[in-house]
């Protein structure tokens, strides 16, 4: 893994939370995006080398509605950046850690992305990136 590629903040509204974080961090989010397949709604922030990513469900059974009717608001996941995905996967795999999509699939900001279970690293979702080409 190289680095932390972002750090994933779910929120309960995507448009209160990017008034709070631009106040925070003094920057303007860079990109909105929506995830169909995930049920989110994400913004990005960059604060020098490093990536706020903000979660909004948009589907009541998403990963993102169910962890905020549990947990509430908070840091929902840490994300690294990898040079192959499928071979970072087969090696997590391989040291008993529980994948979650042993398939890479599309995530935002022009990423292919999968994750492995929190049950299995300390109670974190982990998620994998690696860089993807842009869509037309
Ligand atoms: C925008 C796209 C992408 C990107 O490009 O960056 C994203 O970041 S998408 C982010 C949203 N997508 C995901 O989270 C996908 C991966 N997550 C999952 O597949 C599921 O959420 C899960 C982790 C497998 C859990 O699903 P499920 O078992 O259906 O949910 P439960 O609510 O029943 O939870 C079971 C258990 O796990 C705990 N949990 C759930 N989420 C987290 C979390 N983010 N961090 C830590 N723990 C988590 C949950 O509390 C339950 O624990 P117990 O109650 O103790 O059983
Ligand atoms: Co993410």
Redesign the pocket.
């Known amino acids: 893994m190289k680095k932390i590629?972002?750090i994933?903040i779910?929120v309960n509204d995507l448009k209160a939370s990017n008034n709070l974080f631009e106040k925070l961090l003094g920057v303007a989010p860079y990109k909105e995006?929506e995830?169909l397949?995930?049920?989110?709604k994400?913004s990005f922030f960059m604060t020098g080398p490093n990536k706020i990513?903000l979660?909004e469900a948009t589907h009541i059974d998403?990963?993102?509605a169910?962890?905020l009717?549990?947990?509430g608001e908070g840091?929902?996941?840490i994300?690294f950046a990898v040079d192959d995905i499928v071979a970072e996967l087969a090696r997590l795999k391989e040291e008993g850690f529980t994948i979650?999509?042993e398939v890479p699939k599309?995530?935002?900001?022009n990423?292919l992305?999968a994750?492995v279970?929190?049950?299995t690293t300390n109670?974190?979702?982990i998620?994998l990136?690696q860089e993807a080409p842009e869509e037309t």
């Open positions: 590629e972002h994933g779910a995006e995830v397949s995930e049920g989110v994400t990513e979660l998403g990963p993102i169910k962890f009717a549990k947990k840091v929902h996941h994300a979650i999509n599309r995530g935002a900001d990423k992305v994750f279970h929190p049950k109670g974190v979702l998620e990136c």
